[in-house]
């Protein structure tokens, strides 16, 4: 039973980010009425989630060669799943 522990876990995490990138370009429409903004500023949300992602995916590999990887990766998916949570409750669109 142990050893279904890690795959779990990895599954969980993609799943996390495919449900997190699909979700938010299903409904960029409705958040642009929702949250008085335009698409265009919307869309930027999509550009920065992608971005940020490849930007810190090189650091934290190296990061994780040293601290180890099962640490980081539950510590990354705990705050990636707190991050995803304070998105979905966020009043508006920001500054």
Known sequence: ???????????VGAFMLL???SIVNTALPEMSEDLHSGFTALQW??????????????AFGSLGDRLGHRR??????????????????APDAGP
């Open 1 to 11: 039973m142990r050893k279904w522990i890690p795959l779990t876990a990895i599954c």
């Open 72 to 89: 980081l990766y539950l510590a990354g998916l705990a705050v990636f799943g707190a991050a995803s949570l304070a998105c979905a409750l």
């Open 45 to 58: 949300v999509v550009d920065v989630y992608a971005l940020t992602l490849a930007a810190l995916l090189m």
């Open 19 to 21: 449900v997190d990138a």
